[in-house]
């Protein structure tokens, strides 16, 4: 099992849509979790990060983390052909202190 | 500040020639982080220094792939020599914190032919 799993996507919404990508994990010593967008031909970007259970809201993107089940999920709404990109999932555990682990990432597509 | 400075951009070598990629981190941080990606393996890392020291090596994939960090403004990852397989794209990404936010370069694209 990968450390961090993503679903394989692509992943197509039409513009105006909520974009939902999910993220699990296997390691439940896992501490925070963060989301990197990556346009074609360039580098990561921190979208968000989220620590504790729940949900965390940050304008159009809410990221949800469920530890019992170690899962992270990032919803995008009212999605823009902008935010046509990869995004990755990446976790950090307690044990690792500086090491990122990421996600394959997912591909989204925002047609109009 | 002008963020993580990596050269090369592209890189286009033999099998068997030297490449060194070379990155400058964002004055401050102290976490620099190598990582390689691939679209068969996505982004992996290789390794990370704090305060120019090596603190995890385990990603380096074998004794062909090393790094240094002399001093807090630079580093280097030297493939010695290159194959193939070592074709993917480089990142550099620096932080002022282990926990905190990873600021990628714009990465080095190395082919190897």
């Known amino acids: 099992q990968k450390e961090v799993e993503q679903n394989s996507g692509p992943l197509s919404v039409p513009e105006g849509a909520i974009a939902s990508l999910n993220c699990t994990y296997s390691?439940?010593?896992?501490?925070?979790f963060f989301w990197y967008r990556q346009y074609s031909g360039k580098s990561p970007e921190l979208i968000m990060f989220i620590y504790s259970n729940g949900d965390k809201e940050d304008g159009r993107f809410t990221a949800q983390l469920n530890k019992a089940s170690q899962y992270v999920s990032l919803l995008i709404r009212d999605s823009q052909p902008s935010d046509s990109a990869t995004y990755l999932c990446?976790?950090?555990?307690?044990?690792?202190?500086?090491?990122?682990?990421f996600g394959q990432g997912t591909i989204l597509t925002v047609h109009p | 500040d002008a963020g993580v400075i990596q050269s090369p951009r592209h890189e286009v070598t033999e099998m068997g020639q030297e490449v060194t990629l070379r990155c400058k981190p964002i004055?401050?941080?102290?976490?620099l982080f190598w990582y390689r990606q691939t679209m068969m393996r996505g982004l992996e890392l290789l390794i990370y220094f704090n305060n120019n020291v090596p603190i995890d090596d385990s990603g380096m994939p074998e004794d062909r792939f090393s790094a240094k960090m002399p001093n807090a403004s630079f580093s280097t990852l030297k493939i010695q020599p290159s194959e193939p397989r070592d074709s993917a794209v480089y990142f550099c990404?620096?932080?002022?914190?282990?926990?905190?936010?990873?600021?990628f370069g714009e990465g080095s694209r190395l082919t190897v032919l």
């Open positions: 004055s401050g941080h102290d976490y």
């Open positions: 990404a620096s932080s002022f914190r282990p926990t905190g936010e990873l600021f």
């Open positions: 990446a976790v950090r555990i307690a044990t690792s202190y500086g090491k990122l682990t």
């Open positions: 390691d439940r010593g896992s501490q925070s």
